[in-house]
């Protein structure tokens, strides 16, 4: 990846690649949210699946996820797309393949990132009870990994693209609240400030 980044503009930024695993932490991981690569527009990724920082505009993914956390949970989307709030309660937001270049969707797709990000993947599969959200073909190739204790929720991934088929209506955010409550776990207060 070094000669990739001294020959390529890639995204997230080096010191971003692993923010996820910073603010949510293997040990403290209750719901994952399974991507495909990061956002690859200037500005944009920053090393959580489907997050941008606060003074970015909203990617299309993101705005469809804020819709159907409205239409879900009639949450009204704050005025900044940052999920950081979201993983310091234990949402871990990963995507299969954690860097892109720059312009390239997928450009990173089959050089190493699907082995380590199935390796997190087996960790917190270990876990006793875990909410899995897995949006799109790329994140449900993972649902074989997975123990049947935990919840999986496969759809479509929340692109313009795909998102009205199956996307829309799936409820991810009130389904994982309910069986983390079943499981006595605290849910997830998914208004952001």
Known sequence: MAAERQDHLVFPAKGDVFNAFCLAPLRD?????????????????????????PSVKLPPSLRN?????HS??????????CLEAWARQGVLLLNTVLTVRAHEPMSHRKKGWEQFTTGVIQCVNELPH????????????????????????QSAHPSPLSARRGFFGSQPFSKVNNWLSQHGLPEIQWQLE
Do not use: C, M, N
Not at 65 to 69: M, T
């Open 29 to 53: 991981v209750k719901v994952v949210i399974l991507g495909q690569d990061p956002y690859h527009d200037d500005g944009q990724a920053h090393g959580l699946s489907f997050s941008v920082r």
């Open 65 to 69: 996820i804020f819709k159907e956390l």
């Open 72 to 81: 879900d949970l009639a949450i009204t989307p704050a005025g900044h797309g």
């Open 130 to 153: 875990v909410a899995f959200v897995l949006w799109g073909s790329a994140a449900q190739e993972k649902a074989e990994l997975l123990h049947d204790r935990h919840l999986i929720l």
